[in-house]
Every structure is written in C-alpha cells, then in structure tokens.
C-alpha cells in the first residue's frame, strides 16, 4: 500500500561510521543538499502558515492515526528519555507543518517520531559517555544510533501499510540527522528543527542539561549560542525564541548561576 501525502494536523487540545554510504548514494544527498539550498535560498526559511509560538504543551501531537506506530516502538522510547523527547518533538513536527504546509507532512511525522530509536540499539552505556560529551556530533555512537534508527524504520513500518518508496524517504532523513551538517529537503529541515526546538521547553531543559553535564543557566547559554544558529526554518527561529525566553525567566537562570 502506499501512503498517501495526508493533511496537517489540526492543532490538539491540552487537557566512526559502521558502514560507509556507497558513492551513488552520496551523490544523491549532494545533488538533494544542492536542489534544497536553490529551492530555498532565503534563511531561515520564510513561514508560508501560521507560527505559534505558544507553550507547546498547548498543542500535544494529536493525530491518532500514529499510534500503532507509537506502539511498535515502544520499546525503542524506553531508551534516553524517548518516551519524552520524540513526543515533544513530534507536537513542534506537527506545529512546523502547519507553518509550512508545502510540506510532506506525513514524511516529517514519521520520520521525527522515529529519528532516535535507533538509541534503543546501540551500547547504552556508552550513550552518554561518548554521545553527549566532546565532539558528540562526530562520535561513533551517533552514527550507530542512526543507522540502527533506519533498521527500525525498516522493520516496523511495512507492517504498518507503508510503502518501500516512502520507508526510504524515511531513511535518508533518519540518517545523518546528527551527523551530516546540511539538510537535504524542506521535511528534512523540519525534523531538524523538532529535533532541537524540544530542548527550549522546560522538559527538554530539564532532560538534555542532565546529558551535557550542565546546570541550566548554563545550558539555556548553550541553547541560544550554538542551537539557535542551526535552526534552518523563520518559524522554529520564532518558536526557540518564545521558549527561551519563557524558560529563562521561569528557571530564573539569570540569577541562579
Ligand atoms: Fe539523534
Ligand atoms: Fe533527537
């Protein structure tokens, strides 16, 4: 069956490398990282919908048509707080659909509930040792976890109705979604951004500062020096923004430091 291109969601209510990419396959992400970058040359990404900006809690991820996913991954979220960040993140995916409604947004969902699964796989105590320390971005475990994410994708989603075509899409964006330094497409982009749009909510600070070893004033600073320059999209630049500046004043960070 193939997976039809579905509508956003409506917004919900609160009540070293293990192996190496042949050279075809990194042509392609070349010629995508280029065919982005000329489709978009304006960064951040101008918003064509509406930005909330609101606490995201007042918009939780809310199509059900994902839970038989969630629930064939269940395990996989019991792994580095998952259980926490891929539904935060999954809500901010959702949330940047609706501000850029040109998007597959089905690709973007899946792909963001999925990306880190992988962490599930992979030698847990080396995660925060080697995965959240130094140059984490180029340590071994991250590529691992990558690859280990896509074997996931792989595995669940056939049974779930989706085709091999969309499973691959799936599976570039999973990979490298740490490593490679550039996005290769406008859903690429957007699961880059929930990706790190998570760590501005106070959940995220409270989770990812235990990782980095970082009180969080500490870890606010680092927040807005090097994860708000990643950003690639107006709308999560706009988001982080509101979320910083909320979190900081409630962690009162400018004066418990
Ligand atoms: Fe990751
Ligand atoms: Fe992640």
Redesign the pocket.
């Known amino acids: 069956m193939t997976t039809p291109k579905t509508p956003v969601a409506d917004t919900g209510t609160a009540n070293p490398v293990t192996d190496s990419p042949a050279a075809g396959d990194l042509a392609a992400v070349d010629s995508a990282t280029a065919d982005f970058a000329a489709a978009y040359p304006v960064r951040p990404v101008p918003a064509q919908g509406p930005v909330d900006t609101a606490p995201i809690a007042t918009t939780p991820a809310a199509l059900h048509e994902l839970d038989g996913l969630w629930q064939a991954v269940v395990h996989e979220t019991r792994t580095r707080g998952n259980d926490i960040h891929l539904p935060i993140s999954l809500a901010f995916a959702e949330r940047l659909c609706r501000a850029y409604p040109e998007a597959d947004a089905e690709l973007v969902r899946v792909a963001t509930l999925l ?2 699964t992988g ?1 599930a796989h992979v030698d847990e105590s080396r995660i925060i040792s080697e995965g959240f320390a130094g140059d984490w971005r180029k340590a071994a475990i ?1 590529y691992e ?2 690859k280990q994410g896509c074997d996931v994708a792989r595995r669940v989603l056939p049974g779930l109705g989706y085709s091999m075509e969309f499973i691959e899409r799936v599976c570039m964006i999973i990979d490298g ?2 490593t490679r330094p550039v996005a290769k497409s406008l859903e690429d982009a957007l699961m880059r951004d929930a ?1 790190r749009l998570w760590r501005f909510d106070q959940a995220g600070i409270a989770l990812a500062s235990s990782w980095f070893n970082m009180d969080p004033a500490t870890y606010t600073d680092r927040l807005a020096e090097e994860i708000v320059p990643e950003l690639i999209t107006q709308a999560a630049h706009d988001m982080a923004s509101a979320d910083l500046n909320r979190s900081i004043a409630l962690l009162k960070t400018a004066v418990i430091r």
């Open positions: 990306h880190d962490w991250r976890h990558e979604h740490d990706d």
